[in-house]
């Protein structure tokens, strides 16, 4: 940790972490370039206990603070989606790239990110005033950002993976908090991953020592991943491109 | 419910309601201005159990569909608050209306509103979607609204109880939602109180039919009010302004 009162910047973040491959590389990137990182891992229902223990043993490998919080509530409010509701909702067959970046697809959650964001905010927001009033940092040398994964090109159907939704949600987290209209620090959101295919996404978490080893995409939950589901095709996309083996595919 | 598929507006609102005065009012007050109305309770610790009954008994006088969601992981995120962590945090003994207006209280609890909003968005726009794409509706016709209390007369130290965050949050809401962009249905917020004096609160209460003698506004929990917390306090001075009894105050 560095930034005692008032020597240096306190540079404070806050990680969405899945234990995907998106998310550990955003984490990686924001230790990289000097943030005290906390993670948090929002777990509603929609992930296997494998992707779980990737979070952990990410943040464990990065050094984070870490958290995962069970918020299995949030599917009977957010109920009218494919990924909270399958059995009502099923997935269409033939998701073709061109169709999910004309309408919003079915697996489209109501408000996730905002879900998401409103939680990583409301913990950063308190480590920042924690900062500023009782360990006496100045407001002038205090940095708090969001991170989060979202990305435009692969998931260019959904509302909240695009830019100006997170301008829009950046204002709203600083006229409605603490730390933004006392203090003049806004809550940032950072999202380095928005406008890059999977295969940059890939050589950027290379660069930035993301343990890419420790992550797993698959959406069947098995030991191994399957090889054949959305998920993983992305993936598989995205180191081919980057022309780097997968290192999670690595004989055990 | 009105409003079978095409035929008339389809008018969905979503009420904040805690089982206190001001929430009751709005919950009222949505009802007889035509709204179909559902209403959620959260409850993150910070309430005794006595408001949550209360919130169910008003649910039940009004009519409305009514969940409590259980949210106590949210003060493990908030924690810098003495709402969240009384025992780290005290009230400071002095709080005059003056101090409360100056700067931001300690009893501020971070992005609560925000969460609370964001709660409720998520259900209210999978009703709305639920309309819109399974029942029919047209989205020319359909309406979605979150009713939240917030004041901006007796809670003006508070940011997220300011018109300029409403206004940001539903530009986030509308960004981030399939309803706002897809269907160009804003997931609207409506403060009807932000600008009311308590006793011209109770006023339109009285007027739109709310059922104060079921509501429960005291710090204590205790099982009648104790007339002495700020917020008995704050209710009297309602009452006594509008020239009105409290019926809850009535001998039982």
């Known amino acids: 940790m560095t930034g005692a009162a008032g020597s240096s910047r306190r540079r404070l973040a806050l990680v969405l972490l899945s234990g995907g491959l998106d998310s550990t590389a955003v984490a990686a990137?924001?230790?990289?370039?000097?943030?005290?990182?906390?993670?948090?891992?929002?777990?509603?229902g929609q992930a296997h206990r494998r992707e779980i223990d990737s979070a952990q043993r990410?943040?464990?490998?990065?050094?984070?603070?870490?958290?995962?919080?069970?918020?299995?509530?949030?599917?009977?409010?957010?109920?009218?989606?494919?990924?909270?509701?399958?059995?009502r909702f099923p997935l269409p067959a033939d998701r073709t790239p061109e169709a999910m970046a004309e309408a919003v697809p079915v697996s489209y959650v109501p408000l996730r990110n905002t879900f998401f964001l409103?939680?990583?905010?409301?913990?950063l927001e308190s480590e920042a005033l924690h900062a500023l009033e009782v360990e006496g940092v100045a407001p002038g040398t205090l940095e708090a950002t969001l991170f989060i994964?979202?990305?435009?090109?692969?998931y260019s159907g959904y509302p909240d993976c695009r830019p100006e939704y997170y301008t829009a949600m950046a204002e709203a987290l600083r006229l409605g908090s603490k730390l933004g209209t006392q203090y003049?620090?806004?809550?940032?959101?950072?999202?380095?991953?928005?406008?890059?295919?999977?295969?940059?996404?890939?050589?950027?978490?290379?660069?930035?020592?993301?343990?890419?080893?420790?992550?797993?995409?698959c959406y069947e939950g098995g030991e191994r991943p399957c090889g054949r589901c959305?998920?993983?095709g992305l993936r598989a996309k995205g180191f081919a491109e980057a022309g780097i083996p997968d290192p999670a595919l690595a004989p055990a």
């Open 29 to 44: 990137l924001a230790r990289r370039t000097g943030y005290a990182v906390s993670a948090v891992t929002v777990h509603y």
């Open 58 to 87: 990410v943040a464990q490998a990065l050094d984070l603070q870490h958290r995962v919080v069970d918020v299995a509530f949030f599917r009977d409010l957010a109920w009218y989606s494919a990924l909270t509701h399958p059995e």
């Open 118 to 123: 409103t939680l990583g905010a409301a913990l």
């Open 149 to 154: 994964a979202a990305n435009a090109i692969d």
């Open 184 to 217: 003049g620090v806004p809550l940032r959101i950072e999202t380095p991953l928005i406008r890059l295919s999977k295969g940059e996404i890939v050589r950027l978490a290379v660069e930035a020592g993301a343990p890419l080893g420790l992550t797993y995409s």
């Open 230 to 232: 959305d998920s993983c």
